[in-house]
């Protein structure tokens, strides 16, 4: 999943611009943080992986106010833009939905049959 969302950003930064790029980028970077978190944690539910993407990505996003190290502004971003906030929720719901689709808990096998009912004898009423 991390491969396959940083091509995407790399082919909407390549193919788009503008508001659209921007926008994507920041959905996009939410799911690669997503993709992440799977990868650190692979038994957390992909509910909780989600949450914790979006909650990394806002803590970055509001880290910006104090003031990223210019060292790390490729990274991390240099200036707070609240619309941002938003389109890390539509990425960590993208993701979410990635890592639900993802999900492989091992094979699908038949439920097992119903158990069979053990007969007792009736009582007959003379």
């Known amino acids: 999943m991390a491969a396959a969302t ?7 930064r390549s193919r788009t611009g ?11 970077y939410t799911v ?3 993709a992440v978190v ?5 038994r957390l539910r992909p509910a909780l992986a989600a ?3 979006l909650v990394l990505s806002w803590a970055v996003e509001l880290w910006q106010i104090a003031g990223v190290p210019t060292a790390l502004h490729p990274l ?6 609240a619309p941002d906030l938003f389109w ?18 091992g094979p699908v096998r038949p439920a097992d049959p119903p158990a069979p009912v053990e007969e007792t004898p009736s ?3 003379r």
């Open 18 to 28: 503008g508001a659209f790029a921007k926008c994507a980028g920041d959905a996009l």
């Open 76 to 81: 991390f971003g240099s200036t707070f833009n």
């Open 6 to 12: 940083v091509a995407a950003g790399l082919a909407v």
């Open 123 to 125: 009582v007959r009423s």
């Open 32 to 34: 690669l943080v997503c």
């Open 38 to 42: 799977v990868l650190v944690a692979p």
């Open 51 to 53: 949450g914790a993407a």
């Open 88 to 105: 890390y929720v539509v990425g960590a719901l993208l993701g979410w939905c990635l890592t639900l689709g993802g999900r492989h808990d």
